[in-house]
């Protein structure tokens, strides 16, 4: 099975830099894809990696190590709309389905 | 881009009573569809795979009897909740994955429904 662990809750100050990491164990490896939720509202993908390395998308930024199991998403320059819920997810199986981390829910206080 | 157009967005129903859920791709073949459950400040669960013209895989714990998928065309899904229970009020939404690939990655997500059973 899939098994995706992620802190609960961060908090952070507007403009800041925040890391929410995500340690993961798969059976199959295939990339680690990021999504970003606000409440009531359905996932949109911010990031996706399938290589170990940075991948840089504007403020987002997402980095994976295949060797430790690890990857993070790092949200620079924080902003009042960040504050959302962000999961993270693997592809799996034959038909490629998605299994979604815990969850980090992100507070960006002013 | 890939758009999913999922509805409806929120529905209330007495319990005992079935409730259909739609999920369409306006631009795109949804060759597999997966559908999602999301109980308040959890992740969202797998519930089930379908592919088109086949019959869905549910993931372990899932009735199979209870949470009906249809998918009998490329840009059709649909879910319906039968025998609906207050335990089954959760925010439930659809996945595609198709020809030509949508940009993210394969995966484009329907907006949800809010499902409340009274």
């Known amino acids: 099975g899939q098994s995706l662990e992620q802190p609960s809750e961060v908090t952070a100050v507007e403009g800041a830099i925040v890391q929410i990491n995500c340690t993961y164990q798969?059976?199959?490896?295939?990339?680690l894809s990021w999504y970003q939720q606000h409440d009531g509202g359905a996932p949109t993908f911010l990031s996706y990696n399938a290589l170990d390395g940075l991948e840089e998308t504007g403020r987002f930024s997402s980095f994976l190590s295949r060797s430790d199991s690890y990857g993070y998403l790092l949200l620079q320059e924080l902003q009042m709309k960040d504050s959302a819920s962000y999961f993270c997810?693997?592809?799996?199986?034959?038909?490629?389905?998605?299994?979604f981390g815990t969850g980090t829910k992100l507070q960006v206080i002013p | 881009g890939a758009v999913v157009s999922q509805h409806p967005s929120w529905v209330i129903c007495k319990s005992g009573t079935s409730v259909k859920i739609e999920c369409r791709s306006l631009?795109?073949?949804?060759?597999?569809m997966f559908w999602y459950r999301q109980f308040p400040k959890q992740s969202l669960m797998l519930m089930a795979t379908s592919n088109e013209g086949s019959k869905a895989t549910y993931e372990q714990g899932v009735e199979k009897d209870k949470f009906l998928i249809n998918h009998a065309s490329l840009t059709l899904s649909t879910l319906t909740v039968t025998s609906a229970h207050p335990e089954d009020s959760s925010f439930y939404i659809c996945?595609?994955?198709?020809?030509?690939?949508?940009?993210?990655?394969?995966?484009?997500f329907g907006s949800g429904t809010r499902l409340t059973v009274v």
């Open positions: 996945s595609a994955r198709g020809r030509p690939p949508p940009p993210t990655y394969g995966y484009t």
């Open positions: 631009d795109f073949q949804a060759t597999t």
């Open positions: 798969t059976s199959g490896f295939y990339g």
């Open positions: 997810a693997v592809p799996s199986g034959g038909y490629q389905k998605v299994t």
